[in-house]
T-cell receptor, first 112, second 110 residues
Framework: QKEVEQDPGPLSVPEGAIVSLNCTYS??????FMWYRQYSRKGPELLMY????GNKEDGRFTAQVDKSSKYISLFIRDSQPSDSATYLC????????????FGKGTKLSVIP | DVKVTQSSRYLVKRTGEKVFLECVQD?????MFWYRQDPGLGLRLIYF???????EKGDIPEGYSVSREKKERFSLILESASTNQTSMYLC?????????FGPGTRLLVL
């Protein structure tokens, strides 16, 4: 069983839709959860960062962590064509190694 | 703003050549990482470093080596490039759990 599972997509939505991107994980020790956005042929950029369970909101983006279900989500409200990218989840146990475990990414296309 | 720069965006090399990929970060981060990214395989960790002159193997170190002589600079070396090392190479740095990535180097080995 892979440590982090992420549906690769592609996911295609119309402009203005609410997008839900998800990852499941198996390691209950994970405490730190991140979402990265990667545009084509560019490096990943950090989008959201949460610790433990709960929600975090930043503009149109909401990150949600449910540690009891080992499930994290990224919601994008009022999606825009500029949101078209690959979204990677990443997580760390907080044990001090600072090595992240990444999902393989979900490719999102927002159609005008 | 954290800035991580990589020496080249695109590189074309011949099989057997020695290849140097350079990464520089300007935020005084202790930790630096080299990944490769391939379609369907995601990000795979090659090497990482927690401090100057320190290095640790990641998941796929074979065929690669690294050098960290200064805190801000982390170099990836392909001792003898092979076609299966054609990939996107990404450098990252961090102080804690959040890693910041460079723009990547697309390497083609012919």
């Amino acid at each position: 069983q892979k440590e982090v599972e992420q549906d690769p997509g592609p996911l295609s939505v119309p402009e203005g839709a609410i997008v839900s991107l998800n990852c499941t994980y198996s390691n209950s020790a994970f405490q730190y959860f991140m979402w990265y956005r990667q545009y084509s042929r560019k490096g990943p950029e950090l989008l959201m960062y949460t610790y433990s369970s709960g929600n975090k909101e930043d503009g149109r983006f909401t990150a949600q962590v449910d540690k009891s279900s080992k499930y994290i989500s990224l919601f994008i409200r009022d999606s825009q064509p500029s949101d078209s990218a690959t979204y990677l989840c990443a997580m760390d146990s907080g044990a001090g190694s600072y090595q992240l475990t990444f999902g393989k990414g979900t490719k999102l296309s927002v159609i005008p | 703003d954290v800035k991580v720069t990589q020496s080249s965006r695109y590189l074309v090399k011949r099989t057997g050549e020695k290849v140097f990929l350079e990464c520089v970060q300007d935020m005084d981060h202790e930790n630096m990482f080299w990944y490769r990214q391939d379609p369907g395989l995601g990000l795979r960790l090659i090497y990482f470093s927690y401090d100057v002159k320190m290095k640790e193997k990641g998941d796929i170190p074979e065929g690669y080596s690294v050098s960290r002589e200064k805190k801000e600079r982390f170099s990836l070396i392909l001792e003898s490039a092979s076609t299966n090392q054609t990939s996107m190479y990404l450098c990252a740095s961090s102080r804690d759990y959040t890693q910041y990535f460079g723009p990547g180097t697309r390497l083609l080995v012919l």
